[in-house]
C-alpha cells in the first residue's frame, strides 16, 4: 500500500511539472502570434496607397484636320457620329447605318465620275469602296444637314483617313463648293492642284480642265429645281422621272443645255428609267 502512494505521488509531481512546461508553451505561442499580428498591423498602416496608373487611350483634342484623324480605336470625337458603311453607291456617295436605319450620305466639296460612260467613273468608285466599305466611319456635319435629294451632307473619316480629302489628293474627285458649307474647301482647292500637277488618276487619263478656285458665287440655276453650273448630277440623285425631268428643262431653259446628261437618247425625256 505505502509502494502504491509513493508511485502516485511520483505521478501527480510529473504531471504537475508536464502541466507547467504545456502552459509556457501556449503563452509563448500566444505571444508570438500576437507579436505577428501587430507587426503585420504596423506593415500595412505604413504601406503606400496605390495610385492609378496613366491610361493609354488618346484623348480627343478636337475636330480632326487633314492629318488628324479619329483613332483607330474606332471612337468618333464629339460632335461626329459613328456609323457603318454599307453600301457604296458610286465615288462620293454612300449608304450607311445609324441606329439601326439605312441614310444615304453625299460627301461635302467634291465631285467623282458617275456613270459608266464618264471617264475614271469605275476607278473612283472601287478606290471609294476601298477606303470605307464595310467600316465603322465618323462624319462630320458642316452647316448643312441634307442636300435637296435628302441625302446626308458629311465629311468621312476612316481610321487615320480623311476621305473626302484622300479623293481628290490621289486624283479620284474633284473640288465641288456650295456655300455654306466651305470649312475644308480651300484645302481641297490646294489637294486638287497639287494632283493636277502630279498627273495622278483622272488628271492623267481624262480630258480635264485645269482645277479652277472654288466656287463662292451663287451656281447657276441653284435658285430653280437643280444646279445648271456643272456636271454634278445623275439620274441616280432623283426619286422620280418628273423630278428629273424638271431639273432637265430648267437647265435647258438657262442655255447650259443637257449639262447633267440626263437625256442618254436625245429625245428631250431624262432619265426615262424612273419611276
Not at 9 to 15: A, G, L, S, V
Not at 204 to 210: E, L, Q
Not at 231 to 254: I, R, T
Amino acid at each position: 500500500m505505502e509502494a502504491i502512494e509513493k508511485a502516485w505521488t511520483k505521478y501527480r509531481e510529473r504531471w504537475g511539472a508536464l502541466r507547467v512546461i504545456l502552459l509556457i508553451l501556449v503563452l509563448f505561442l500566444l505571444c508570438c502570434c500576437t507579436f505577428s499580428l501587430i507587426l503585420n498591423f504596423a506593415l500595412l498602416q505604413k504601406r503606400p496607397t496605390p495610385t492609378a496608373l496613366p491610361s493609354d487611350t488618346p484623348v480627343s483634342t478636337g475636330t480632326p484636320t487633314l492629318t488628324d484623324t479619329p483613332s483607330s480605336t474606332g471612337a468618333c470625337p464629339t460632335g461626329m457620329t459613328e456609323v457603318r458603311c454599307i453600301n457604296v453607291v458610286d465615288g462620293d456617295t454612300i449608304d450607311v447605318l445609324i441606329d439601326g436605319e439605312e441614310y444615304r450620305v453625299r460627301y461635302i466639296g467634291i465631285d467623282t465620275p458617275e456613270t459608266p460612260r464618264d471617264c475614271y467613273s469605275q476607278e473612283a468608285m472601287r478606290r471609294n469602296e476601298e477606303l470605307v466599305l464595310d467600316k465603322i466611319l465618323c462624319l462630320e456635319k458642316d452647316v448643312s444637314e441634307t442636300d435637296r435629294y435628302g441625302r446626308l451632307l458629311r465629311y468621312v473619316y476612316v481610321d487615320d483617313i480623311f476621305v473626302n480629302a484622300r479623293l481628290v489628293s490621289e486624283g479620284y474627285a474633284l473640288t465641288s463648293t456650295y456655300p455654306p458649307d466651305v470649312k475644308h474647301a480651300d484645302d481641297f482647292v490646294e489637294l486638287q492642284r497639287e494632283a493636277a500637277q502630279a498627273g495622278r488618276g483622272l488628271w492623267a487619263s481624262c480630258m480635264t480642265p485645269t482645277p479652277s478656285p472654288a466656287v463662292t458665287s451663287t451656281p447657276i440655276g441653284s435658285n430653280g429645281p437643280c444646279p445648271c453650273h456643272d456636271d454634278v448630277l445623275n439620274c441616280s440623285d432623283f426619286s422620280s422621272q418628273a423630278e428629273a425631268q424638271a431639273c432637265y428643262e430648267h437647265c435647258v431653259e438657262l442655255g447650259q443645255g443637257d449639262v447633267h446628261r440626263l437625256d442618254g437618247d436625245g429625245n428631250g425625256v431624262a432619265c426615262e428609267g424612273l419611276p
